[in-house]
């Protein structure tokens, strides 16, 4: 019996040659898909660390806003992600009617900037006009009446498109609280506002260094009523507006049927905390 020659058929050289090839197209398809899957998982949990790393800053500022010359550094550590300052993001405004009906409009430094991790969705993607605040169970006024009430904000969200770029974000938000107090006869409340400014950010290490530098305060008597309003400067330019941040209201008034309630004759005592805010400074 003869064989016979078919040639058609591979020679062992040229298949080994192809199957060689097919197996390492599959590993580096693979290798590909894991390595998508690990910084997705990188990115993921660098997110939810930094959520952390901002309620810690926050926390740091109602520190530092009250006492000038104190300073405080924070680190956090990202791969993927960066943090910024956005200045003048929110602008509070203060208005008082005495108990003889007349109005003021006090004249303090209620603008304020913001703190943002930004982690771009092309990394991590938690979901367009996705929003938390943190802890779940924070009130979503921009005024809060508690002496162990936080100074701060904080929030992740994600709302594309915006002109910074497209984020998923965890945010550090400046807002009010008032104490309240009565001495005799009288009451008094005192309202607490930190004021966020950009510093010197040099980039060289992931951190961030909070400096106190001052405090501004305003104190009326015979006071019936505040009226206390927020807006959004940068609103129009980079879309840091109302819907960016969800206040239950922009205005606040607080009067004799209030809570807290206002009766006649107050005191009332406006204090605005200065704290310059410096990112990789060492």
Do not use: H
């Not at 309620?55 to 109602?62: M, N």
């Not at 938390?132 to 809060?144: D, E, I, K, V």
């Not at 508690?146 to 002109?163: H, N, R």
């Not at 005799?184 to 909070?210: H, V």
């Amino acid at each position: 019996m003869s064989l016979r020659k078919d040639e058609r058929a591979a020679s062992p050289a040229i298949s080994t040659v192809i199957i060689t090839a097919a197996v390492i197209v599959m590993i580096l398809v693979a290798m590909s898909y894991a390595n998508n899957i690990l910084n997705l998982k990188v990115a993921e949990n660098e997110f939810d660390t930094n959520k952390q790393f901002m309620q810690t800053a926050g926390k740091q500022i109602d520190d530092i806003a009250w006492t000038a010359s104190r300073t405080q550094t924070v680190s956090f550590s990202s791969k993927f992600g960066t943090v910024k300052f956005q200045e003048v993001a929110l602008n509070y405004t203060f208005q008082i009617r005495y108990t003889n009906s007349s109005w003021e409009n006090l004249t303090l430094p209620g603008s304020t900037g913001i703190l943002l991790f930004n982690m771009p969705v092309g990394y991590y993607d938690i979901g367009n006009n996705t929003f938390q605040r943190l802890p779940s169970s924070a009130n979503n006024s921009f005024l809060l009446s508690d002496s162990t009430a936080p100074i701060s904000q904080v929030f992740c969200e994600e709302k594309l498109s915006m002109s910074d770029g497209n984020y998923a974000r965890v945010v550090l938000v400046p807002t009010m609280r008032v104490i309240t107090s009565t001495i005799l006869t009288t009451s008094y409340f005192k309202f607490y506002l930190p004021s966020l400014e950009n510093g010197t950010s040099l980039y060289r290490s992931q951190s961030i260094t909070m400096t106190g530098t001052g405090i501004s305060k305003v104190t009326r008597s015979g006071v019936y009523q505040v009226n206390l309003s927020v807006s959004f400067p940068k609103a129009a330019s980079l879309g840091f507006d109302s819907s960016f941040f969800k206040f239950k209201s922009t205005t606040i008034t607080l009067n004799s049927t209030s809570t807290p309630k206002i009766p006649s004759n107050s005191v009332i005592e406006f204090y605005v905390g200065k704290v310059i805010v410096a990112i990789g400074q060492v």
